[in-house]
């Protein structure tokens, strides 16, 4: 089992044809939609819509910092974590507000105290190492409060890590399956979406 990210062994056609890493290709994919004035904050507002003013909030897999930025502006104590150092140069730079870690979610170590919600977006699930995504999900639940809310969004990919398997993974962590849904403004989830967005609950005590 590789430890490395399938992020790290990933470069998509549009890199390729740029020139570029995939993630200085990725930085600046959302640079250009950011000045183009495509709205960026569909995930953010969801979560936004789950919390208390001035919650604390997980941003796991925060690549640039579209979403933790947008959850601060919207007055939460945010902190974004990604293991890719790039990525995370370029959030501190286009978004400042939250606090930015470079760390590998397998290993997730945060001091402070637990956070009201933890949100991965931006397919996190599919990009981690091969065989760690039972050991993340745990790493974000320990990092939650107790009936706190984990939230995670990712495309359809049956051949790297399905539903189903998630689902069982969650569920062997101790992680409660609240919701589900086909997309960040809530459309209904059904056998044919490819794409969901759940939402899990840290265990009470």
Do not use: K
């Not at 789950?50 to 925060?62: E, K």
């Not at 495309?155 to 569920?171: G, H, I, L, M």
Request: with cysteine.
């Amino acid at each position: 089992m590789t430890t490395t990210p399938r992020w790290f062994q990933h470069r998509s056609a549009e890199a390729v044809e740029a020139g570029t890493s995939h993630s200085q290709w990725y930085i600046d994919r959302f640079r250009r939609l950011a000045a183009d004035g495509t709205d960026l904050e569909g995930e953010a507002r969801t979560v936004d819509a789950m919390l208390p003013r001035g919650a604390r909030v997980l941003d796991a897999g925060c690549g640039p910092g579209r979403v933790a930025g947008a959850l601060h502006r919207r007055g939460h104590d945010v902190v974004g974590v990604d293991v890719d150092p790039e990525l995370v140069a370029a959030a501190r730079v286009d978004h400042p507000g939250p606090a930015y870690h470079v760390q590998d979610l397998a290993a997730l170590d945060l001091p402070g105290e637990p956070f009201d919600l933890v949100v991965s977006a931006g397919n996190v699930m599919v990009f981690l190492a091969p065989g760690t995504e039972r050991t993340v999900l745990d790493r974000l639940r320990s990092h939650t409060r107790a009936g706190g809310r984990i939230v995670i969004g990712f495309r359809r990919d049956p051949e790297v890590y399905s539903y189903a398997q998630f689902d069982a993974d969650a569920e062997s962590v101790g992680l409660v399956l609240e919701h589900r849904f086909a997309t960040w403004d809530l459309e209904p989830f059904t056998d044919g979406s490819d794409f969901a967005v759940t939402v899990l609950r840290a265990p009470s005590s």
